[in-house]
């Protein structure tokens, strides 16, 4: 199994721009899927932003354009570009690692938009 820690977080104005960081414990490289996704308060988690082993991507239709998924096999570290950040992009944000024998989850990192 694999141990995600997520980073960058925090609070900015609404325009700003965070960058989140997944670091994994082991080599990413074979690992089948990375995502992130976000739960906000009273609302279900959903999928923001998912990038595979072949760097395909795929993004929530709320966040193309603006958000940026990228993965580094070097650093074993997966990252979200935020930027044109809402008040509504407001949530929880969780690292994800699909390996094919299971799902691992980070503890999550606050992102919080002022308008």
């Known amino acids: 199994q694999v141990q995600l820690v997520e980073s960058g977080g925090g609070l900015v104005q609404a325009g700003g721009s965070l960058r989140l960081s997944c670091a994994a414990s082991r080599s990413i490289f074979s690992i089948n899927a990375m995502g992130w996704y976000r739960q906000a308060p009273g609302n279900q988690r959903e999928l923001v932003a998912s990038?595979?082993?072949?760097?395909?991507?795929n993004y929530a239709d709320s966040v193309k354009g603006r958000f940026t998924i990228s993965r580094d096999t070097a650093k074993n570290t997966v990252y979200l570009q935020m930027n044109s950040l809402k008040p509504e992009d407001t949530a929880v944000y969780y690292c994800?690692?699909?390996?094919?024998?299971?799902?691992?989850w980070g503890q999550g990192t606050q992102v919080t938009v002022s308008s």
């Open positions: 994800n690692a699909d390996t094919g024998l299971g799902s691992a």
């Open positions: 990038i595979t082993s072949s760097r395909s991507r």
